[in-house]
C-alpha cells in the first residue's frame, strides 16, 4: 500500500493557520499544565492544599516568567513531567495524544506547536519524578518557516522532513 505524505504546509496550518491569535499561546501551554496537575493528583504525586496557601508546595502550581529584555517566556509546572523514554515521542509526535475528550482540557496533540508560530526557538524541557535526566527538546521556529516558504515556492518538503530538521 502506498505511504501517504503530508506537505510542509500542514505545520503551517497547525501553527499560524489554527493560532492566528498569538495569546492562544498561553491558553494552550497553561491547559497542557493543567493536564498534568490533574494527572499528578490522581497519581498522589501532588495533594490539594488550602487554595489561599501560595506557600503550600503539595498543590499544583504554574509559574509564567516574562523577560522583555530577552524577549523570553517560560512557563513551568510542578506536575508529572515526561519520563525520559517517552519525551521525543511525547513531543516531537503530531496529533498521538493519549488524552480523552471530556477528560482532559487538551485531547489533540497539537496545542504544542503553536508557539512555533510567534517564535524564534521553542523548546521543551522535563524531568520526571524519581529521574535525574533533565530532558530538552529545541524546535528551530525560523527554520521551519524558511522550509514551509520554500517549500510554497517550487521546493518541497514533507511534514517530516521538516521536523526532522527543526528538532534537537
Known sequence: MREYIFGANILENLTTGMYQDSK??????IQNACDQI???YGMGLLHPGNPNSLSD??????DIWLDADKRTISIEDNATGIC???????LADIANSDKKLGEDKGFRGIGRLCGLAYCKELVFTSTAEGENTISIMRCDAIKMRE???ASEN????TASEVLSSIYE
Open 38 to 40: 490533574d494527572k499528578a
Open 84 to 90: 525520559e523514554t517517552d519525551f521525543e515521542k511525547t
Open 154 to 157: 517550487g521546493k518541497k518538503y
Open 57 to 62: 508546595l503539595g498543590s499544583g502550581r504554574i
Open 24 to 29: 492562544v499561546i498561553y491558553r494552550e501551554y
Open 147 to 149: 522550509l514551509i516558504t
